[in-house]
């Protein structure tokens, strides 16, 4: 008897020690809620939006460059003596969620705006989203003097709207691990106004885009953009597909690619491309991405918290 | 402690017995103080550019009686005045994808229970591991524990981490933008654990 009694103390010993090593695990489960994030390394994968957009605070300067065709031959160094297409944009993050840009093009003199507002945002702990929703809504308007207008004509009266376009679209993807993420974008481009009756002024299209991370620094993109058929006679125009490498340093990002596409706006690109990817009409170009914290608001939250502390 | 008796020698085993029985659940009374709200913050200063940054969900217990204390933040919740910064932070050098948290075990000493059931400020060492990007490195640390006449108490410590140890790769380009040793500040205010 005594010898049990001696043996169920000792083991109630031993359990009550060994109880007390995981400290930790009797604090319960962490629900802070964490965003995935960096799904992509910038907010464009070549020409389109990615899921991503710019922080809060953060304004993020675009160059974009566009060379000449490859297929022009050495005597123009397979395109790099141009004729050369460049975009300037600024984009400025004003929430988490909320984003807006502005820019202007060479090509078409074309000055473009847009808001980007991520509905639906993936989640890695704290909440159940398995991916990022986001909607992107542009506008561009082709600013050249009427006169160089590609349908100006003396005897027709020529209304301001009619230089107008829009593209309205869905972003949705999602970060499948650190290396790759994908994303599908369903849209609408809309022309007000477009060159035959048999063109139709809304383009539904859809697109795809992946990107594969290869090193911390460097990663693999593509994208295709699909216009659907049966919208009208467009045997001229071929779909956009562009592919390349985002370098990244310290405040930059550097994207380096092949496309097919001249022009770097929605409706240049996804409606009116008319090169064609596999016969050599490609074009090499660039988009440098250099992001500047403008305001933190994190801090200004963290001095209103500091403030009502004190009194 | 094997005491050899006759048999018709031994004492009454029973209150022995009896007390070896109540001893594990006194062991297992609460003297732990815990937080999910601790504040770890980091600075490297350079002459090029100081990096900061302060995480203010550090989750820590601590045990009073074994003197046992455990520690775990997110690196994630790493918060920067640079967003570019806090991204490159967790996608470029402490890869949070693959190593999401820091933690640390560790024992401290020169503080008993009895300090701590009256108010006063105690002067500690502790001893344990830090694990983090994967690796583990052993720290001895020095750090106050404070008690207040509420209950409360604040646990502070300062100290050096040298990014290498932890095999954090710094390209050559940018090794001038961050320090050969990291300052970092832990402040904890625990509460009892019910």
């Known amino acids: 008897m005594t010898k049990l009694l001696i043996t169920i103390a000792l083991c109630l010993v031993a359990f009550a020690t060994r109880a007390q090593d995981d400290l930790l695990n009797l604090l319960g489960k962490d629900s802070t809620v964490e965003y995935t994030n960096a799904s992509?390394?910038?907010?464009?994968?070549?020409?389109?939006?990615?899921?991503?957009?710019?922080?809060?605070?953060v304004l993020d300067v675009r160059i974009n460059h566009r060379f000449g065709l490859i297929s022009s031959g050495a005597v123009n160094a397979f395109g790099l003596d141009g004729p050369a297409t460049i975009r300037i944009g600024f984009d400025y993050g004003i929430s988490s969620r909320l984003m807006v840009g502005i820019g202007r093009s060479n090509f078409q003199k074309t000055v473009d705006g847009l808001v980007?507002?991520?509905?639906?945002?993936?989640?890695?702990?704290?909440?159940?989203?398995?991916?990022?929703?986001?909607?992107?809504?542009?506008?561009?308007?082709?600013?050249?003097?009427?006169?160089d207008l590609?349908?100006?004509?003396?005897?027709?009266?020529?209304?301001?709207?009619?230089?107008?376009?829009?593209?309205?679209?869905?972003?949705?993807?999602?970060?499948?691990?650190?290396?790759?993420?994908?994303?599908?974008?369903?849209?609408?481009?809309?022309?007000?106004?477009?060159?035959?009756e048999s063109d139709k002024n809304d383009l539904l299209n859809i697109?795809?885009?992946?990107?594969?991370?290869?090193?911390?620094?460097?990663?693999?993109?593509?994208?295709?953009?699909?216009?659907?058929?049966?919208?009208?006679?467009?045997?001229?125009?071929?779909?956009?597909?562009?592919?390349?490498?985002?370098?990244?340093?310290?405040?930059?990002?550097?994207?380096?690619?092949?496309?097919?596409?001249?022009?770097?706006f929605e409706r240049s690109y996804i409606a009116e491309t008319t090169n064609d990817f596999f016969k050599g009409d490609i074009l090499y170009g660039?988009?440098?991405?250099?992001?500047?914290?403008?305001?933190?608001p994190k801090k200004r939250a963290r001095e209103k918290e500091e403030g009502g502390k004190k009194q | 402690m094997i005491i050899v008796y006759r048999k018709n020698q031994l004492p009454n085993?029973?209150?022995?017995?009896?007390?070896?029985?109540?001893?594990?659940?006194?062991?297992?009374?609460?003297?732990?103080?815990?937080?999910?709200?601790?504040?770890?913050?980091?600075?490297?200063?350079?002459?090029?550019?100081?990096?900061?940054?302060?995480?203010?969900?550090?989750?820590?217990?601590?045990?009073?009686?074994?003197?046992?204390?455990?520690?775990?933040?997110?690196?994630?919740?790493?918060?920067?005045?640079?967003?570019l910064m806090q991204e490159h932070f967790n996608e470029n050098y402490m890869e949070s994808g693959t190593w999401p948290k820091g933690v640390f075990k560790?024992?401290?000493?020169?503080?008993?229970?009895?300090?701590?059931?009256?108010?006063?400020?105690?002067?500690?060492?502790?001893?344990?591991?830090?694990?983090?990007?994967?690796?583990?490195?052993?720290?001895?640390?020095?750090?106050?524990?404070?008690?207040?006449?509420a209950g409360a108490l604040t646990a502070a410590c300062d100290f050096v981490v040298k990014p290498e140890d932890y095999k954090i790769t710094i390209p050559?380009?940018?090794?001038?933008?961050?320090?050969?040793?990291?300052?970092v500040k832990v402040r904890l205010d625990l509460r009892k654990m019910q």
Not at chain 1, 40 to 57: C, D, M, Q, W, Y
Not at chain 1, 117 to 140: E, N, W
Not at chain 1, 171 to 180: M, N, P, Y
């Open chain 1, 40 to 57: 992509f390394k910038t907010t464009r994968v070549i020409n389109g939006h990615s899921l991503e957009s710019t922080a809060p605070g």
């Open chain 1, 116 to 147: 980007k507002y991520k509905v639906l945002r993936q989640c890695d702990q704290g909440c159940r989203m398995p991916l990022t929703l986001a909607v992107v809504a542009s506008m561009s308007v082709n600013t050249q003097r009427e006169q």
């Open chain 1, 150 to 196: 590609p349908w100006y004509s003396a005897d027709r009266t020529d209304f301001y709207t009619n230089r107008i376009s829009y593209n309205f679209q869905a972003i949705i993807g999602r970060k499948f691990s650190e290396s790759i993420s994908f994303q599908i974008m369903p849209g609408l481009v809309h022309r007000n106004l477009v060159s035959t």
């Open chain 1, 207 to 264: 697109g795809g885009a992946g990107r594969c991370k290869l090193t911390k620094r460097l990663a693999i993109n593509a994208e295709y953009f699909y216009v659907l058929p049966d919208q009208g006679a467009r045997s001229q125009y071929q779909n956009s597909l562009s592919v390349g490498f985002d370098i990244e340093t310290g405040g930059h990002v550097f994207q380096m690619f092949f496309t097919n596409s001249t022009g770097m």
């Open chain 1, 286 to 296: 660039f988009n440098i991405s250099r992001v500047f914290t403008i305001h933190d």
């Open chain 2, 13 to 83: 085993m029973k209150p022995l017995l009896l007390l070896l029985l109540v001893l594990p659940f006194t062991l297992c009374a609460q003297d732990r103080y815990a937080t999910r709200t601790g504040e770890v913050s980091f600075f490297s200063a350079t002459p090029i550019e100081n990096i900061q940054a302060v995480n203010h969900k550090a989750a820590s217990v601590f045990d009073a009686a074994t003197g046992a204390v455990e520690f775990s933040l997110l690196m994630k919740g790493f918060e920067f005045e640079k967003s």
């Open chain 2, 106 to 149: 560790g024992k401290v000493q020169g503080i008993t229970s009895d300090d701590l059931k009256k108010p006063g400020k105690h002067d500690v060492t502790v001893a344990g591991e830090l694990t983090m990007h994967g690796v583990a490195q052993h720290l001895d640390l020095k750090g106050t524990v404070d008690m207040d006449a």
């Open chain 2, 172 to 183: 050559g380009v940018v090794r001038g933008h961050i320090a050969e040793e990291i300052q």
